[in-house]
């Protein structure tokens, strides 16, 4: 079976982090008989460089013709000064925006071997999985009206937070479906104590929730679940949000993991048409130097084989590999410990180099 895949390497380490995962995807297909078919484009500020805009209608045609995308990141210094319709990140929202992908999973697991690299004591953090479902097309990011004007003789800068109801329910139903396929837990988190927006939001999750009565529902406020999730993150299982308040509480859960550079991310369609993407950003600081960590995009790969090429047994094989080559004690600069001498520091393409040999391996 052969299957049309997108690269979107982008600004900054994007492309650094998006070549050992493309040698990892390629790997994996062989292993189960799967041809992929690679394309490139542009999207951020190399687009904006190239043809002026962030999200060049070529590649929105390219994404679209595609049967899953695969990017890197986004924006970085040299774009700071753009407006904001033109900036790097634009380009993503529209991407978002353009294939319809509104429901962004993004996975919280702490492998064993890195327990010790969270921020939190290692028992709060060990074993822990949980699935942080953002809604990514409405919200806030989204919102008309929106701007910075002059009221008064004072600027004023307005953002408009709204959800409709149909973008609600069919962010709860993904949500519900996951949870069944998990522990049975969702946990949707809004502010209703003073937003009306997530008044609504709650009130449409609750109805919504009666379709799944299998599934344990519980509420919590946006300010309250970012406490949680520091304090005993392992209480959750699936969380459902927002577009803003996901944003927050993912790279929230980021560093329970031990880095940003673990966060792997699935950006879906309602026909699992995905893209794929680290959570982490383009790093400017460190574009260049070969010290980037490539696994969260190697894990987005096993998410794409999962979700949108319906091809579990591939994502299961680099899983694994990933967790064994943590388990040898292969760490980039973001998880390591220089106080374990078993440690072996590696940079980017080293990293990505283990895991094709663990996955051969397997």
């Not at 996975?107 to 479902?133: H, N, Y």
């Not at 106080?339 to 996955?359: F, H, I, R, W, Y």
Request: hydrophobic residues 45%.
């Amino acid at each position: 079976m052969s299957h049309k895949i997108l690269l979107l390497p982008g600004d900054g380490i994007g492309p650094e982090v998006v070549e050992p995962a493309w040698l990892v995807a390629q790997a994996a297909a062989k292993r189960h008989n799967l041809t992929l078919e690679r394309s490139d484009a542009l999207l951020g500020g190399v687009a904006i460089d190239a043809t002026g805009d962030p999200l060049p209608a070529a590649t929105l045609q390219a994404a679209k013709a595609a049967d899953a995308i695969l990017m890197g990141a986004v924006g970085g210094p040299n774009w700071d000064d753009l407006p904001s319709d033109k900036r790097p990140e634009k380009g993503l929202l529209g991407l978002r925006s353009g294939l319809e992908l509104f429901a962004n999973f993004r996975p919280a697991q702490t492998f064993p071997a890195l327990a010790a690299a969270s921020s939190l004591k290692p028992e709060l953090v060990a074993g822990l999985d949980i699935l942080i479902l953002r809604e990514l097309t409405g919200g806030i990011y989204f919102g008309e009206p929106r701007g910075v004007s002059v009221v008064n003789n004072e600027r004023v800068g307005v953002n408009t937070y709204t959800y409709s109801e149909h973008e609600i329910v069919r962010i709860a139903e993904v949500a519900f479906a996951a949870a069944r396929q998990r522990n049975s837990r969702v946990c949707s988190v809004d502010k209703a104590n003073v937003l009306e927006t997530t008044r609504l939001w709650r009130e449409v999750v609750i109805e919504v929730h009666k379709d799944y009565p299998d599934v344990e529902l519980s509420h919590m406020y946006v300010d309250n679940a970012a406490m949680q999730l520091v304090r005993e993150p392992k209480q959750f299982d699936v969380i459902v949000t927002g577009n803003m308040f996901g944003d927050i509480l993912s790279d929230v859960a980021a560093m329970l993991t031990g880095s940003l550079g673990m966060l792997p991310s699935a950006s879906l369609d309602s026909q699992n048409k995905g893209l794929y993407e680290p959570v982490h950003g383009s790093a400017p600081d460190i574009a260049g130097q070969d010290k980037a960590n490539p696994l969260a995009t190697i894990a987005s790969v096993a998410m794409m084989f999962r979700y949108s090429l319906g091809a579990a047994g591939a994502a299961t094989d680099i899983d694994n590999a990933i967790a064994q080559v943590l388990a040898d004690g292969y760490r980039t600069s973001d998880i390591a410990d220089a106080s374990d001498s078993t440690q072996q520091l590696v940079g980017t393409k080293a990293m990505g180099a283990a895991v094709l040999e663990a996955l051969a391996r397997l």
